[in-house]
């Protein structure tokens, strides 16, 4: 495996389930990155991990709490999500700034969440 | 706070021709980075080309170039000779410098382009 990659690709969950998203990235990076992408609304930043450390949470609600055991994994803990969580998860990995100061994510390919 | 903003929903171009994507962004900062993203169909979101604000050089990728004005806060993307691979949205992007750990990208609305053969 190469680059980002993020599992599952699709997930229909209720209300009441509890599920978790996965990302690992393969690319020696530091900071690894969530976003929601929902349809016509530009993707919005939900948590940040920089070596490990959450340094971002963009008031984001307690249902969704992330986890970063190391900077190679990064996981996303669903719980008693509401339809309006629908949404596209993206997954993204960047460089330690001093190492690449244009601090370039790279992303993978999706979580599509339906929550019914 | 920064805003980028993508003023074309869509745009389409055939096959071959030339196309040039519109992105405009405000910021107070005087160093900064911007990007090009490219979203297809498989929903992967890949890098097409970034530019760091504080070298007046615009940056090219083979078919790919923008059009920089750092005064306007202006970051076109131009696209040569189109093909169909291309048709994907178009998303513009702006990072503040990183001075410590990871800075968040703003993104713009996306643009959706066509290309018709």
């Known amino acids: 495996e190469t680059g980002v990659t993020q599992t599952p690709r699709h997930l229909v969950m209720g209300m009441t389930n509890k599920k978790s998203l996965k990302c690992e990235q393969h690319?020696?990076?530091?900071?690894m990155y969530w976003y929601k992408q929902s349809a016509k609304k530009p993707l919005e930043l939900m948590f940040v991990?920089?070596?490990?450390?959450?340094?971002e949470n963009n008031s984001v609600p307690s249902r969704f709490s992330p986890e970063c055991p190391n900077s190679s994994h990064l996981f996303l803990h669903l719980h008693t999500l509401q339809p309006e969580d629908s949404a596209l998860y993206l997954c993204a990995s960047s460089q330690d700034w001093q190492r690449d100061q244009t601090d370039t994510q790279y992303f993978g390919p999706g979580t599509r969440l339906t929550v019914l | 706070a920064q805003t980028v903003t993508q003023s074309q929903p869509e745009m389409s171009v055939q096959e071959a021709e030339t196309v040039t994507l519109s992105c405009t962004y405000d910021?107070?900062?005087?160093?900064?980075?911007l990007f090009w993203y490219k979203q297809p169909p498989s929903r992967q979101m890949i890098l097409v080309i970034r530019q760091e604000a504080y070298k007046q050089q615009n940056a090219t990728e083979n078919r790919f170039s923008v059009n920089f004005q750092k005064a306007a806060k202006s970051f076109s993307l131009k696209i040569s000779d189109s093909q169909l691979g291309d048709a994907a949205m178009y998303f513009c992007a702006y990072r503040s410098p990183s001075f410590q750990g990871a800075q968040k990208l703003v993104f713009g609305q996306g643009t959706r382009l066509t290309i018709n053969p």
């Open positions: 910021t107070s900062e005087s160093d900064y980075y």
């Open positions: 690319l020696g990076h530091n900071a």
């Open positions: 991990y920089n070596f490990k450390e959450q340094t």
